[in-house]
């Protein structure tokens, strides 16, 4: 299979698609202005072509801010293209589409990938759409939009989830994800008071949110927003760790970007080797795969701003595309799996 990467950083979607033959498969990452025009323009140019969208940046070996990306898989690819609706009370309700795309798609484990595009409610998301595509053993990669919206098929959803299945026909893909925080170990922490609705910690061990966090690493309460890119929460998933950043402070509390519930266990993280932990990763890929025909992957919005700066962000891109063609979204959230994470990378690697 092929990828392609094609970009406007105008906004010029004729511009973006240059080049791009016979897509199987089209991703649109646009801006907030001009998302709706480029929806109905690429319905437009390529009628019959799975297609998924959101508003966010995109990138391959550069990054584009505000203009238009499009990512496009062709020569070797079957994918399938359905939404999930009213995911913030009953995503459950649609769920027969994706068994439907499944049976259609005749997916598995070694072949088949699914990619994702939402709008929010991302952890209750990811659980409904994982309960169907664990059956087949089917990884997850995908991520958070900008501005509530999605589009599939050449069509807008608010309230949605976007989604594509892509099979593979001349290879394997496989999934990662790549942490670069390890836990402070010393700290060990259960939630309180928290509301689920508004992802607020209220306390942590019995004490404000805020007055813990600010005592620990010795900050000021404007510092909070700016620490988290070093020092973000984790939650114990069985080996794993979910990554949960602070979004906001909300008086003594603390607004974070994804669900934490009362007596959840978190944990406070640290900052790794950022270079070293990126080298790691494309050493694991490169040792699964002899032949590389794509990487899809999606980078947190914080990791974007981390890496930029430390004045890292191009030679990250640099490195990540000698692996092959690779190309992805910023996006405010990650997905992998059924875990909604944050401050991470997930993507999905096709032979």
Do not use: W
């Not at 009213?86 to 072949?111: A, F, H, W």
């Not at 594509?164 to 001349?170: E, F, R, Y």
Request: hydrophobic share 35%.
């Amino acid at each position: 299979m092929k990828q392609f990467f094609g970009m406007s950083p105008t906004g010029n979607l004729t511009d973006a698609v240059r080049g791009l033959g016979n897509p199987q498969l089209i991703m649109l990452l646009s801006n907030r202005d001009q998302f709706e025009e480029h929806v109905k323009k690429l319905k437009e140019l390529y009628p019959n072509v799975p297609s998924i969208g959101c508003i966010g940046m995109s990138y391959d070996t550069r990054i584009v801010e505000k203009g238009v990306g499009i990512i496009a898989f062709s020569d070797g690819v079957s994918a399938v293209a359905n939404v999930l609706e009213n995911v913030s009370t009953m995503p459950v309700k649609y769920i027969k589409r994706l068994e439907d795309d499944i049976g259609k798609i005749n997916g598995s484990q070694k072949d088949t990938i699914c990619i994702d595009f939402c709008s929010g409610n991302d952890a209750c998301v990811l659980s409904t759409i994982y309960s169907v595509l664990k059956r087949k053993n089917i990884s997850l990669v995908g991520g958070t939009g900008d501005a509530g919206k999605v589009s599939v098929n050449g069509r807008i959803y608010e309230d949605a989830v976007a989604y594509v299945l892509v099979k593979n026909l001349h290879g394997k893909v496989k999934a990662y994800k790549e942490n670069i925080y390890h836990p402070l170990d010393e700290y060990r922490f259960i939630a309180s008071k928290t509301d689920k609705a508004k992802y607020i910690i209220g306390e942590l061990n019995g004490k404000p949110a805020k007055t813990v966090y600010q005592n620990i690493l010795h900050i000021t309460e404007k510092e909070i927003l700016t620490q988290t890119f070093k020092n973000p929460f984790g939650k114990l998933n069985g080996n794993d760790i979910c990554i949960i950043s602070i979004k906001d402070v909300t008086g003594n509390a603390l607004t974070c970007f994804r669900q934490v519930n009362d007596s959840d266990v978190l944990i406070l993280l640290e900052l790794g080797d950022i270079k070293e932990t990126v080298q790691q990763t494309i050493q694991t890929i490169r040792k699964d795969f002899s032949k590389i025909s794509a990487v899809f992957s999606v980078n947190c919005l914080f990791r974007y701003l981390l890496f930029t700066e430390n004045h890292y962000m191009q030679q990250y891109l640099k490195e990540m595309g000698a692996l092959g063609s690779h190309a992805g979204l910023v996006g405010y959230g990650e997905h992998y799996n059924n875990q909604f994470v944050n401050q991470s990378m997930t993507c999905v690697v096709f032979e």
